[in-house]
C-alpha cells in the first residue's frame, strides 16, 4: 500500500480550516466542482468533478476542529477503499493541517499523478482560507 502525505500551515482559525475540509460548500471553494453532504460519521459525501467522475465517500472520522476523514466506496478503481484525511493543530495564529491520502493499491502513475494534484488543490485551500480567493474549478490546476 502506498500513501500520500502533506503538512503545512494556514494563516487561519481552526475553525474555519475546519469547515473548508468538511463542509460541501467548502470543499467546493478548493477541491470538487460540487459535493453533497453531511460532515458526521456514516454520512455519504457525493463528489461531482466532471461527467465520468461521480464519486461516493463515507466520512469515517469526525472530531470538531480536529480530525476530518473520508473512504472512497465509488470512485476511480484506485481509489476505492482509499481515506483522504486531515488532522488539525492550533499553532498560534497558525493551523497546522496534516494531510493524508492513504490506502493506495500501489505507488503507480496515477499515484503519483494525485499526489502532484493533492499538492496544487491544498494550495488552493491555504490560498482560499487566507486570501479569500476562489479559482473556477476548470482552472484549478492551472494556476
Known sequence: MASIYHNFP??????????AISTP???DAWWSKHCIGN???????SFDFGPEY?????V??????????LEFVQSDLDWN??????LIEPDGNYTQLK?????????????????YC?????RLLKRYLEFGERVAYEERLNV
Open 10 to 19: 494556514i494563516l487561519a482559525t481552526p475553525e474555519l480550516v475546519f469547515e
Open 39 to 45: 460532515p458526521s460519521i456514516g454520512a455519504s459525501y
Open 81 to 86: 477503499g482509499s481515506k483522504v484525511g486531515f
Open 60 to 69: 469515517t472520522s469526525y472530531t470538531f476542529i480536529k480530525a476530518f476523514e
Open 54 to 58: 461521480q464519486w461516493i465517500a463515507v
Open 99 to 115: 494531510f493524508y491520502h492513504t490506502g493506495w493499491p500501489t505507488a503507480n502513475e496515477h499515484f503519483k499523478i494525485s499526489n
Open 118 to 122: 493533492w499538492a496544487m488543490y491544498l
Open 25 to 27: 460548500k467548502g470543499l
